[in-house]
Each structure stands twice: as structure tokens, then as C-alpha cells.
């Protein structure tokens, strides 16, 4: 009689299909989920003070020829091969020098401006010409075309908000040079009507709005802290909604101003979206995890995904500003955002 020389095993099986470029759910090790989301980025937080240098170095050496756009990026410890900010947005600082001007272009990435320091270049966006002042918004959404101009006669310092991260995790990513050195200018921001009268314009002039003003959230904020009760977690919000419809700044990019008043502390909550933070105006700190990090204007930091968080603002007399930027909308249209206070 024959006898069974070979019998079958776990290990053969996994060795035999492993080389058919098959594998079975027995071998995903399902101890490794936890029953809330995990994320490797790092809570970080960078100071004004080494952006502002290595911006001002490489204004020295490093021609905007030579790199389409003068950028310093915060990359996060934990993804600096993938220069990245958080997994899903890149956030840097942007240095235009007078009489520079940054050639046009356009990308799947969708990106924003917010103004930090000088006045008076412009971005021009599928030829609309947008006159930049501290404090205000610029949206390129995808693939929209821009180049930045700066005939201010003197320089001026913005930062960058992109979802390249996210648009790269999708494998969508891609970049066309705009065939001349300037776009063409069609008309100003100031020249985009949302509202005429009470009727309402028969096409979508939401396409067409990529500027929110300073002036505008400025007011804004201080109808609010007058007339409204602040957000237990977040202080007095401002978000920079879509016109008319009300939705996110951009599909993928929520952006908003949080005013804390002077001694205001919130409280801790987490969310399923990751947010990164400028602080625009005050000085505060932050506890995100069980870290602190003490801000003041120009410092930037990342609060990643489930990490609870709270904000304070440690002045006597001034208001705090902080302008954050998360992946919010991205994670509510594939309805996996959740939040949820986080007990003391
Ligand atoms: C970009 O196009 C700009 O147009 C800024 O100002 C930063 C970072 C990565 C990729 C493209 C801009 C960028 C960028």
C-alpha cells in the first residue's frame, strides 16, 4: 500500500500561492487593527523664525527660474521621503521677490493661497487677476491655470495649502506648463458678481470665485464673536464655504479662521480628518496628544488624525488667529469623517 509521504500545510500553502501572486486572509495578522483609525503622521510643530530664514536664503540662491515656484516645505518627520506635510496635504511658504513673477501652470493638485506678509503682487487664475492683501484666501482648484506676479516693488511672503499627497495617493497627479510666459488678464476679482440684485445669475459664477478677502473675514469675525456663542472645541469659527451653495473651500480642502479671545481655552475633542494650523495673529498653545506647543504669529503645526486636541489663547488683551486647513471634505464625501469630545 502507498503511504502519504507529504502532508499539506499552512506554510506550503502560503509558499504555493504566494507564487501564483495569491494570498489568504489568514496571513494579514488581523491582531494589528485597532478599533480606531491609525495614522504614522507626527504631531510637529515648526517655528517662524527657521521658515523665515531658510526663505530668506533661498532668496539669496535659488532663482525662481530655476525652481517654477520658491517654496519651503514642512515636511513631517514621519513622511520626509514623501515631502509631505501630512498624508493628504502639503503645506509650504512661498517667497516672491519685486519684480519677480513665477510662470503659469496648472496641476490635478488643487492649492490656495492665504497672504502673510506684503501686499499688492497678484496671482492671475484662468486669467483672472487676484490682487493679494494680508489675510486674504486665493483658491487654484484643479487645474486651473496661475502664475503669480509680483509688481508690488516689494516682497511678499504667502503660504501654500495643496492635497498633492492625497491626489498622489490616488495615482492622479499631473502637471502642465501653460504654452507662454503669462496668461492673458481678462478681468479682476473684483469684477466676479455673485449676487445682482435679487436675481439669481443664470450660470454658476462660483466657478469663477477664487478670492476671499481679509477685509470680508475680518468683518466677519467680529460679527461673530458679538452675536454668536464659540465652538466649545474650536473657539469662534470662521470657514471660507463655497458661494451660494455653502459647501467646502474645495472638494478635497476645508479652509476656516479660529478666534480664541484673550484667556479663551477650549475643549479636547478628535476627529477622523487631520488638520494643519498658522498662527496668523496672538500667541497660544496647543496640546495635541500629550504634547504642548507654544505658538505664536508664524508658526505652523499638525494635528494628526484621532490625536485629541485643545487650544488655548495665553494673552491678556489679544485675540488669537488661527488659520487651519484639514482634509475634512475628502473624508465626509467617502463618509468616513466622525468626531467626538474627549473626556478630561
Ligand atoms: C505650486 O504650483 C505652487 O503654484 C506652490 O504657487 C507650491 C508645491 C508643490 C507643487 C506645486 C504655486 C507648490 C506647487
Redesign the pocket.
Known amino acids: 500500500m502507498k503511504q502519504a509521504t507529504v502532508t499539506d500545510s499552512v506554510e506550503l500553502l502560503n509558499r504555493d500561492m504566494s507564487e501564483k501572486n495569491l494570498g489568504g486572509h489568514w496571513q494579514l495578522g488581523l491582531e494589528s487593527y485597532l478599533p480606531y483609525p491609525e495614522t504614522t503622521v507626527q504631531p510637529c510643530l515648526w517655528k517662524w523664525k527657521d521658515v523665515h530664514e531658510s526663505l530668506m536664503r533661498a532668496g539669496e540662491v535659488v532663482s525662481i527660474e530655476q525652481a517654477?515656484?520658491r517654496?519651503v516645505?514642512l515636511l513631517n518627520p514621519a513622511l520626509k521621503d514623501r515631502q509631505a506635510t501630512t498624508h493628504t496635504i502639503?503645506f509650504?511658504f512661498?517667497y516672491v521677490k519685486a519684480g519677480e513673477h513665477?510662470r503659469p501652470?496648472?496641476?490635478t493638485?488643487a492649492?490656495f493661497?492665504f497672504i502673510l506678509k506684503g501686499s499688492g503682487a497678484y496671482?492671475t487664475v484662468n486669467g483672472q487677476k487676484c490682487v493679494m492683501e494680508e489675510g486674504d484666501l486665493i483658491l487654484?482648484p484643479q487645474l486651473t491655470w496661475?502664475?503669480?506676479t509680483n509688481d508690488s516693488g516689494k516682497p511678499i511672503i504667502w503660504l501654500?495649502g495643496?492635497d498633492?499627497p492625497l491626489v498622489q495617493s490616488l495615482q492622479q497627479l499631473l502637471?502642465e506648463p501653460y504654452p507662454k510666459d503669462a496668461q492673458p488678464i481678462e478681468k479682476t476679482s473684483d469684477e466676479v458678481v455673485l449676487f445682482q440684485g435679487s436675481a439669481r445669475p443664470s450660470s454658476d459664477p462660483a466657478a469663477d470665485f477664487f478670492h476671499y478677502k481679509w477685509s470680508d473675514a475680518q468683518r466677519n469675525l467680529r460679527v461673530l464673536v458679538e452675536t454668536a456663542s464659540p465652538d466649545r472645541f474650536d473657539g469662534y469659527v470662521l470657514e471660507f464655504c463655497k458661494p451660494m451653495t455653502g459647501g467646502p473651500t474645495m472638494p478635497t480642502i476645508q479652509c476656516a479662521l479660529k478666534l480664541l479671545r484673550p484667556g479663551q481655552e477650549t475643549e479636547p475633542h478628535r476627529h477622523t480628518s487631520t488638520a494643519i494650523y498658522h498662527a496668523f495673529r496672538g500667541s497660544g498653545s496647543s496640546y495635541v496628544g500629550d504634547q504642548r506647543f507654544d505658538w505664536e504669529a508664524g508658526d505652523s503645526f499638525v494635528v494628526p488624525l484621532w490625536y485629541p486636541h485643545r487650544h488655548l489663547n495665553r494673552a491678556q488683551s489679544e485675540d488669537a488667529i488661527l488659520f487651519s486647513m484639514s482634509d475634512t471634505p475628502a473624508l465626509k464625501a467617502l463618509e468616513l469623517y466622525r468626531e467626538e469630545p474627549v473626556g478630561q
Open positions: 517654477e515656484r517654496t516645505r502639503q509650504s512661498q513665477a501652470h496648472r496641476h493638485a492649492a493661497r496671482t487654484t496661475h502664475d503669480h501654500d495643496l498633492i502637471f
